[in-house]
């Protein structure tokens, strides 16, 4: 009878530690793999967490980019033939282009997304940090960051770009790149906004509006209160994608400037005030945003 009992509770333990390592498989259509467990997929997307970190940030792949998902209880699911995704424009487009958004699954009612993220449509690779109320639209940002200048230019040569629209970058990116053109310059007078411009067409030195509105959702969507939790979350999702955590205590640059000598930057504390006017020769943090 003793024997029988430890017979039963060794089958139990194996049955156990069987079920505890059981992990769905996601077959991508590049034949690459992806140890996960699937928590949703819809028409439009699945979203999965890695298997190794289940407490960490939720992925979302296109089902266009999914082959078959093999999962824990031996089933398997295969996606039907999609249309190919277009390749990334070349990085070297026209300002016009640079300023265009990522075609994506924006406009499928079933699409959603959420801050932190991992977004990957396009050849547009970054965290979500920030989306629409629709949560269809928002921005994506890039896992690395620079230490950079706004401008290299100081007295007696400080001038006013015309870069000052309050909530849309991509607009201060083009009038950037007018001015270049009309003053015979170079996107190296301008650090920030050239590092931006070089992760492809469509990145861009986020406005001051845009770097609130980014501090707002680093913070569960609010800075009234301390979220560790979408604090976590967040920078998690940058780490495993081998970018740096986002500093809270150091000013981000815009590309809102307040006038030839000045523009806005932002931090993500929880104390006010969230604007300041730093010297665009001055060096601060830089991250790229892409709009989706």
């Not at 093999?70 to 424009?89: H, I, L, M």
């Not at 932190?116 to 920030?130: H, L, Q």
């Not at 909530?167 to 015979?184: K, P, W």
Request: glycine residues 8%; hydrophobic residues 35%.
């Amino acid at each position: 009878m003793k024997m029988k009992k430890t017979i039963l509770f060794i089958g139990a333990v194996l049955l156990g530690v069987s079920t505890a390592e059981a992990q769905d498989l996601i077959i991508k259509r590049d034949s690459s793999r992806i140890e996960a467990r699937v928590t949703e997929i819809s028409p439009a997307e699945v979203r999965y967490k890695r298997f190794s970190n289940p407490d960490g940030p939720t992925y979302v792949l296109p089902t266009e980019a999914v082959h078959a998902i093999r999962y824990a209880n031996g089933e398997e699911e295969c996606f039907g033939q999609a249309a190919p995704v277009p390749e990334r424009p070349n990085a070297a487009a026209d300002s016009a282009a640079a300023a265009r958004p990522a075609a994506s699954h924006a406009d499928d009612p079933q699409w959603r997304y959420h801050v932190g993220d991992y977004y990957e449509y396009n050849g547009v690779r970054g965290i979500v940090c920030y989306v629409e109320a629709s949560g269809r639209h928002g921005l994506v940002i890039s896992p690395d960051e620079a230490m950079l200048s706004w401008s290299d230019f100081r007295k007696p040569d400080l001038r006013t770009i015309g870069t000052d629209h309050r909530s849309d970058g991509a607009r201060n990116m083009e009038t950037v790149a007018r001015y270049i053109e009309a003053n015979g310059l170079s996107w190296s007078d301008f650090p920030a906004f050239e590092w931006c411009r070089n992760h492809g067409a469509g990145w861009y030195l986020p406005s001051i509006d845009e770097l609130l509105a980014i501090g707002h959702g680093y913070h569960g969507g609010s800075r009234a209160h301390s979220d560790r939790k979408a604090r976590n979350r967040f920078n998690e999702a940058l780490r495993t994608q081998g970018g740096k955590r986002m500093d809270r205590m150091v000013n981000y640059f815009s590309s809102t400037e307040k006038d030839d000598k000045d523009a806005y930057t932002s931090h993500l504390d929880l104390e006010p005030p969230y604007v300041m006017e730093i010297p665009k020769y001055n060096r601060f943090l830089v991250r790229a945003v892409h709009k989706f």
